[in-house]
């Protein structure tokens, strides 16, 4: 590993993803040494108390010596897997992007390296295998937009001998010896054993994963594309009608959108090519899949807060910022303020709500909400204006009580928080 094999200088400044461990703190090194211009990346999760903050430590200790800049990102994993209800490893997966996609947009840095290599390769391509992952599986690492891998082609052994020349810094993560964890157990018992009887398999399956992403590639171009609206993402429902090999592949190119990594498995693909007409299905990671008239739309549900506030002006929180305030050009509804009676509140939907309709008569809310279409994933998150079980104001339009008119002098609107 001779670091002018890298090509420096047709880079910008680069950020390095650098967690305290060995690949990365060689990645830095070698990157460094190089000539590379670099700024190096860390994200304390939380997750580990005092390794995991003495992991930070060595990495900006380290950068003080290399005299090279050392950004700090201090996240706390737990608390935000918890409110999105997926796994801990994929929570601090998703902050770790959150983190270098910022630091790309911002123009900090033209692009972010990892210290992926091919042992990574290789037992990333196995664990998606073995999970029924199919062709997408098979390639691996993914490419993406913005980051590089100039490990991607060195096995472990030959990054271990670089630090060791180099006298490269670093610290051991316990939780690598943990075998409870699939890609633990493939490293220290599986691959061995493969190795034995195929020393060249990490290659293979190298191999193999170029292949597939050519192939890939040819997918991607014959599958339909996902549009995403905010948080949401959505497939036209004829896109899983196609040919079952197109179909799934443009469920997969929708799921991508979500950072799933490892723990996507065909059986997933198949409950959503089998959504029912009106049906929701819930995903690992806390994803939603729900069919929407002429759409299929996924998604995942904020944790929406059961609080009830006196009617009025301002902000309230219903996990997502609420703003009631006078209307401005261009919003979608408005009401007249003085109409909304004493001991009116703001409050989620609940059972046994109705609506009165401007053609005369009331209708349950529900029913109410199927026939202006209301897609299912925002009836329940989104808050109403009511007195008792008369619901005033909700989703995007208004109770005829309290319409505006010739009379009226304060017109309000309620939106989200922008």
């Excluded at 737990?78 to 801990?88: C, E, M």
């Excluded at 929708?254 to 959503?272: C, N, P, S, T």
């Excluded at 909304?340 to 109705?354: K, S």
Aim: charged residues 25%.
């Amino acid at each position: 590993m001779n670091p002018l094999d890298f090509a420096a200088k047709q880079y910008g400044t680069i950020g390095v993803a650098v967690s305290g461990g060995v690949d990365s703190m060689s990645l830095l090194h070698y990157l460094h040494a190089a000539g590379a211009d670099v700024v190096a990346l860390t994200v304390e999760h939380g997750i580990r108390g005092e390794a995991s903050l003495a992991d930070a430590a060595l990495v900006q200790d380290y950068c003080h010596t290399l005299g090279v800049e050392c950004l700090v990102r201090r996240v706390d994993a737990p608390a935000w897997a918890a409110d999105r209800h997926i796994g801990l490893e994929q929570a601090a997966r998703e902050l770790r992007h959150a983190f270098f996609a910022e630091t790309l947009q911002s123009g900090r840095v033209c692009c972010v390296a990892t210290a992926h290599h091919l042992d990574d390769q290789a037992e990333t391509v196995m664990m998606h295998l073995l999970r029924g992952a199919g062709l997408g599986g098979l390639v691996g690492i993914e490419e993406r937009d913005g980051y590089i891998r100039p490990f991607l082609h060195y096995t472990r052994l030959e990054i271990e001998s670089y630090a060791r020349q180099n006298a490269v810094p670093y610290r051991e993560d316990a939780t690598n010896r943990d075998q409870t964890y699939t890609r633990n157990y493939l490293r220290h018992t599986v691959l061995p054993a493969v190795e034995a009887r195929y020393p060249a398999y990490r290659q293979a399956i190298a191999q193999l994963a170029d292949t597939a992403r050519e192939e890939v590639c040819l997918l991607d171009e014959l599958s339909v594309a996902p549009t995403v609206e905010g948080d949401v993402v959505f497939l036209p429902r004829e896109a899983l009608t196609t040919h079952p090999a197109l179909a799934k592949w443009s469920v997969r190119r929708a799921l991508r959108h979500f950072d799933w990594g490892v723990d996507l498995e065909a059986k997933h693909i198949q409950a959503v090519l089998n959504l029912p007409k009106d049906g929701r299905i819930t995903l690992p990671h806390g994803l939603e899949v729900s069919a929407e008239y002429d759409r299929v739309a996924f998604w995942r549900p904020f944790s929406a807060s059961g609080a009830v506030y006196p009617f009025g002006e301002g902000r309230f929180d219903f996990g997502a910022a609420i703003v009631v305030r006078p209307y401005r050009e261009g919003d979608r509804l408005r009401f007249d303020a003085d109409k909304i009676p004493a001991g009116a509140v703001l409050r989620l939907r609940r059972a046994g709500d109705v609506i009165a309709k401007f053609g005369g008569g009331t209708k349950s809310l529900g029913d109410y909400f199927t026939d202006k279409k209301v897609p299912l994933r925002v009836r329940d998150g989104y808050p109403v204006v009511a007195v008792d079980d008369q619901v005033l104001v909700c989703w995007a339009d208004i109770s005829r009580t309290v319409a505006v008119d010739e009379n009226t002098r304060r017109i309000y609107t309620i939106t989200e928080e922008s």
